[in-house]
Nanobody, 123 residues
Framework: QEQLVESGGGLVQPGGSLRLSCAAS????????AGWFRQAPGKEREFVAA???????TTYADSVKGRFTISRDNANTIYLQMSSLKPEDTAVYYC?????????????????WGQGTQVTVSS
C-alpha cells in the first residue's frame, strides 16, 4: 500500500511562489503516474496536474497552465512548483497515486491520497 506525505505549503503573497513536495513510500509508486489535486473551502476537489511514470507526460488544469510545474525524481517524490500565485489558488493541496498509467483529471482514477497541505495566497 502506498503512503504519501505532502509538505511545503504555507502563506504567500499574491505573485509569490511555493514548491510542494510529496514523499511516497510503497512498492508501486515508481511504476505509476501521480498527480496533484486541490480543494478550496466550500468547493469540490479539483484536478491540478498529473505526471506519467517516467515524467515524459504532464497534464495541467487550464487554471494553472503556465504557472505551475509538476515533476518527479527517482527517489519517490513528486513536486509541484507554483509561481505567480493568486488568491484563488488558496486551497488544501493533495498528492495522489494514479491507477497505472492514468494521467487524466478524474479523481476516481487515483487510488492513494496524502493528508494534504494548506496553501494560502493573501496579502
Amino acid at each position: 500500500q502506498e503512503q504519501l506525505v505532502e509538505s511545503g505549503g504555507g502563506l504567500v503573497q499574491p505573485g509569490g511562489s511555493l514548491r510542494l513536495s510529496c514523499a511516497a513510500s510503497g512498492p508501486t509508486f515508481s511504476s505509476r503516474a501521480a498527480g496533484w489535486f486541490r480543494q478550496a473551502p466550500g468547493k469540490e476537489r479539483e484536478f491540478v496536474a498529473a505526471i506519467s511514470r517516467i515524467g515524459s507526460i504532464t497534464t495541467y488544469a487550464d487554471s494553472v497552465k503556465g504557472r505551475f510545474t509538476i515533476s518527479r525524481d527517482n527517489a519517490n517524490t513528486i513536486y509541484l512548483q507554483m509561481s505567480s500565485l493568486k488568491p484563488e489558488d488558496t486551497a488544501v493541496y493533495y498528492c495522489a497515486v494514479a491507477r497505472g498509467y492514468y494521467t487524466g483529471t478524474s479523481s476516481t482514477n487515483y487510488d492513494y491520497w496524502g493528508q494534504g497541505t494548506q496553501v494560502t495566497v493573501s496579502s
